[in-house]
C-alpha cells in the first residue's frame, strides 16, 4: 500500500446556512450532524428502556403520561402485551443502529478519520452528505412507525420471519409498522455502505505524505476496518430485508413455508420457504454488526490509553492486526446465534470452535491495553477514565460469551437474561463507554471549548456503578431460566426473582438519571465551556496539528511516540520533523517519492 | 479518583466472586441425564473464565491506584514474545473449553433417541403446545391441514372416520412422561416459530415452521415442571407455556388411559 499525497481538491466556501450547516459536505459537519443524530436516537431508546424496565418490576402500575401517549398502546398507562413488544423492538432498532453503528463510526470517524490520516476532506463529499440524508430518512421512517396503525413492529430487532413475514395477521404491529422498520432498515443499509465506500477510499487513498498504513492510529485502523465490515455485512442486510419485503407484499416465499395456519387461518399461497435462511442471512449481518459497533470503541481506548498513560501502545503491531483478525473472523461465527435454531447439529461444533478463536485477539487486546497501563503516568481525566472504564466492562462482558460459545451451555443459557447481560455489557456499555471518552477527548476539537471536568467525573462514576448494578444481575437471571422479551413475569419459577428485577430497575432509572448530567455538561459547555487550546491533551496525532502549520502535512513516526527518551517533552507529534534522519525520517521519503 | 476507581472495582469484583460462589441465584436442580454434562462444562468454565475476570480486574484496579507518580513513564513499545506465549495460551485455553463441550453436545444431537424411546408429537401455535401420543398401535395418524380447528379441539388435523391410526392417538395440553425412560420430542410449529425450554430438563430447541425436529432426554426426578417459549412468537409470547409431568411408570401409564378416556 502506498501512501499518497493528499490530494487538495480546491472548494468553494458553502455560502448561506442551508448549505453550511442542514445540507453540508463539510465531512466536520456530517460527522456532527451524524454524532447529534445518534445522541437523540440514545435519548429516546433510554426513555423506552426505563417504560419497560418500570413495567417489568411493577406490571400493574399505571405509568403516568403513557395513556396520553399511545392510548392504544396503554390505555389509562397499562401497558398492553405488545406494546412492550413493540417498545423492546424500536429500543433495539435504535440503539443497534442509529446509536451503536452510527456515534463511532460515522461520528466520530466523519470528523475525525480525514484529519487523522491527514486529509482535508472524505473521497467523496456529495456522498457523504448523502449517506447522512438517508440515515436520517430511515431514522424518520423508524420513528413514524409509533404512529401507525398497530403501532410499530413487534418481533424484535431480529425479526423473524413467519412473525414478520405475514402482515398483520400475526399481531398488532406486524403490519404497518413491521413494512417502516424494513423499509427504515434498508435505508440505513444504503447509507452505510455509502458510507463504508467513503471511509474505505478516503483511507487508502487520502493519506498525508509519510503516513503509512502502519503509522495511522489505532482509531483509524479501526474506522478503516470497521467500514469494510459494513460494506459486507450490510450488504446481505439489504438483500435480507428486500426478500422479506416481498414475501410480504409480493406474495414470493423466501422464508415463508407452505401449510401454515395462523388465527384459525390457513396462508395461502407461500411454499418452499425456510425461516432459517433469514436467520442464515440476518446473523451473517449481525455478528459483524457486533464489531462494527465496538471496533470504533477499542480503537479509541487504545488510542487514550496511551495518551493519557503517557506510554506508547504496547504492542501496535500486535493491535493492527488483532483489529483485522476480529473483522475477518467476524464473518466465520454467525452460526453461533443459531445453536438451538434447528440448523445442522454438525455446523454447530464449527461455529463454537471459530467463534473461541476469534476470543484470542480479543484476549490480545486486553493484555495489551493492560501493558500499556503497567507503569504508565496516568492522567485522569474523564476521558481516560471511561477508557479504563471500557476496559473493566469489556472484560465482564466478554468473557461471559465464552460460555455461549459453547453449544451445550448454550442450550441453557440461550434466549435467557444471561444473553442480555452479555451484549448490553460487552456491545451496549462497551460502545457507550467508548462514545462517552469519545466525546470527552474529541470535544475541544469538535467545539473549540473544553466540557468540565467535574461534571464529567461524576458522570463516570455514576454510569461506571450504573452500568453494573443493571447489567451484572442479569447473568443470574438468566441462570435461574428467566426467559429474555417476555412483556410480563407471569410464570411462578420466576417469581422468586421479582426483587432482583426491581433492583434492576432501580438502577436502571439512576443509571439514565446520571445521563442528564452529561446531556447538561454538553449542551453547557457547547456555549460556556472553557475555550480549548490547539492540543489540550498533549495527543501526537494529526488532529491536534495547530491550523497554522498548513495543510501539506509530513508524518515522520507513529501515533504513538510518548515518553521517547531524550526528548525535551514527553510527546513527539507525527509530524514533528526528524533532524536525525531515523528510520521515520526514511518513511518519509519514501511515502515522497510514490 | 485513582483511588475511588481502583476501589470500586476491586469491591465489583469481590461481590461478584461471592455472589458465584455462595450460588445465590442458581440454575433450577437438574433432572435429565444429560443435564450433569451441561452443568459440569459451565462449571469449568466457570472456572477459567472467573480466574481470567479476577486477574484482568485487579490488574487494572492496580494500574489505575499504583500509577507513576512523577517521571516519565517507560518508552516500551511491547513485547513480541510475552504477547505470542499470550496468545498462544489463551487459544488453547478456549480451544480447550470448546473441545470439552463437544461430548455433551454429540449425546444431545449426534446420536438419535434409543429404539425404546416414547415418541410425542409437539404442535406449537400462537401461544399453547399441544401433544400427541401414538396409542397402543405405536403410530400416528396423518395430519390434514384442513381439518385442524381449535375449537373443536381438533388441533392434529385428525380424520378417526378414515384412518385407523388415528383412532388411538391421544391428545393433550399436559406433557406428562414416565421418569427414567428415553423420550423422543417431535417438534413442530403451525404458524411463526417457537421454542421448547425446559431449564430443568437442560433442554432448549426452536420449533420452526415447516420443519420437524427431533429431540431426546431422560427425565430422572419426578414432579411438576413448565415449558415455555423463548422464541419471540408475539403478544403472547411471555404467557405462552404448558405443564410437565414426570411421573412414575404406572402413574404415567393411569395418566395415559385417563387421558385416552377422556378423547
Known sequence: ?594 | MARVLSFTIVLGTAVTVILFWRRVWWFPPNISTQGAGVDREFGLTLLVTGILFVAAQLILAYCIGRGRKSGRAAYNTGNLRMEVARAVLAAATFIGLALSSYRTWARMYFIGAPRNALRIQVEAEQFAYWFRYPGPDGVFGPMHLRLVNDATGNYFGLDPTRDPASRDDIVTATLGIPENRPIELLLMSRDVIHSFYVPQLRIQQDIVPGMVIPIHFTATRTGDYEIVCTQLCGLGHYAMRAPLKVMKEPNFKKWLAKQAAEQ
Open chain 1, 1 to 594: 500500500m502506498t501512501p499518497t499525497h493528499s490530494q487538495a481538491i480546491p472548494r468553494k466556501a458553502a455560502r448561506g446556512f442551508l448549505r453550511k450547516y442542514v445540507f453540508s459536505t463539510d465531512h466536520q459537519i456530517i460527522g456532527k450532524q451524524y454524532y447529534f443524530l445518534a445522541l437523540f436516537s440514545a435519548l429516546v431508546a433510554m426513555l423506552l428502556s426505563w417504560l419497560m424496565r418500570v413495567h417489568l418490576a411493577w406490571p400493574r402500575l399505571a405509568i403516568p403520561g403513557l395513556g396520553e401517549l399511545s392510548a392504544a398502546g396503554a390505555p389509562n398507562g397499562m401497558m398492553t402485551p405488545e406494546y412492550y413488544l413493540s417498545l423492546l423492538t424500536m429500543h433495539g432498532t435504535l440503539m443497534i443502529f442509529f446509536v451503536l453503528t452510527t456515534a463511532p463510526q460515522s461520528g466520530f470517524g466523519n470528523c475525525f478519520l480525514p484529519a487523522q490520516i491527514g486529509a482535508d476532506e472524505m473521497a467523496f463529499p456529495r456522498l457523504n452528505m448523502l449517506s447522512f440524508w438517508l440515515t436520517f430518512t430511515s431514522l424518520g421512517a423508524l420513528l413514524s412507525s409509533f404512529w401507525a396503525r398497530g403501532g410499530p413492529a413487534t418481533s424484535g430487532w431480529t425479526a423473524y420471519p413467519p412473525l414478520s413475514g405475514l402482515g398483520s395477521i400475526t399481531g398488532p404491529g406486524e403490519g404497518w409498522g413491521q413494512s417502516l422498520w424494513i423499509i427504515s432498515i434498508a435505508l440505513f443499509c444504503v447509507g452505510s455502505l455509502l458510507g463504508a465506500l467513503n471511509f474505505i477510499t478516503t483511507t487508502l487513498d487520502l493519506r498525508a505524505r509519510g503516513m503509512t498504513l502502519m503509522r495511522m492510529p489505532l482509531t483509524a485502523w479501526a474506522w478503516f476496518v470497521t467500514a469494510i465490515l459494513m460494506l459486507l455485512s450490510f450488504a446481505v442486510l439489504l438483500a435480507a430485508c428486500v426478500l422479506l419485503m416481498l414475501d410480504r407484499a409480493a406474495g414470493t416465499s423466501f422464508f415463508i413455508p407452505a401449510g401454515l395456519i395462523v388465527s384459525g387461518q390457513m396462508i395461502q399461497g407461500h411454499q418452499g420457504g425456510s425461516p432459517l435462511l433469514w436467520e442464515h442471512l440476518f446473523w451473517f449481518f449481525g455478528h459483524p454488526e457486533v464489531y462494527i459497533a465496538i471496533l470504533p470503541a477499542m480503537g479509541l481506548t487504545s488510542h487514550l490509553l496511551s495518551c493519557f498513560a503517557r506510554k506508547p501502545v504496547f504492542g501496535y503491531r500486535a493491535m493492527v492486526w488483532a483489529t483485522i483478525a476480529i473483522g475477518f473472523l467476524g464473518f466465520l461465527v454467525w452460526g453461533h446465534h443459531m445453536f438451538v435454531s434447528g440448523m445442522n447439529p454438525y455446523s454447530a461444533f464449527a461455529f463454537s470452535v471459530l467463534t473461541v478463536v476469534i476470543a484470542v485477539p480479543s484476549a490480545v487486546k486486553t493484555f495489551n491495553w493492560l501493558g500499556t497501563l503497567w507503569g504508565g503516568r496516568l492522567r485522569l481525566t474523564t476521558a481516560m477514565l471511561f477508557a479504563l472504564g471500557f476496559v473493566s466492562i469489556f472484560v465482564s462482558g466478554g468473557l461471559s460469551g465464552i460460555f455461549l460459545a459453547e453449544p451445550p451451555v448454550d442450550v441453557q443459557l440461550h434466549a435467557t437474561y444471561f444473553v442480555v447481560a452479555h451484549f448490553h455489557l460487552v456491545m451496549g456499555m462497551a460502545a457507550m463507554f467508548g462514545i462517552f471518552s469519545g466525546t470527552y477527548f474529541w470535544f475541544p476539537k469538535m467545539f473549540g471549548r473544553m466540557m468540565n471536568e467535574t461534571l464529567g467525573k461524576i458522570h463516570f462514576i455514576l454510569t461506571f456503578i450504573g452500568a453494573y448494578c443493571v447489567f451484572m444481575p442479569m447473568y443470574f437471571l438468566g441462570m435461574a431460566g428467566n426467559v429474555r422479551r417476555y412483556a410480563q413475569f407471569v410464570d411462578p419459577y420466576l417469581q422468586p426473582l421479582m426483587p432482583l428485577h426491581r433492583f434492576i430497575t432501580v438502577a436502571a432509572l439512576g443509571l439514565g438519571a446520571a445521563q442528564m448530567i452529561f446531556v447538561f455538561n454538553l449542551f453547557g459547555s457547547l456555549f460556556g465551556g472553557e475555550k480549548a487550546g490547539e492540543n489540550p491533551w498533549e495527543a501526537t496525532t494529526l488532529e491536534w496539528v495547530a491550523a497554522s502549520a498548513g495543510k501539506d502535512l509530513v508524518v515522520y513516526r507513529g501515533a504513538y511516540e510518548y515518553a521517547v527518551p531524550g526528548k525535551e517533552k514527553d510527546y513527539v507529534m507525527q509530524n514533528a520533523p526528524d533532524a536525525s534522519g531515523s528510520r521515520a525520517e526514511k518513511g518519509a521519503r519514501d511515502g515522497n517519492a510514490n
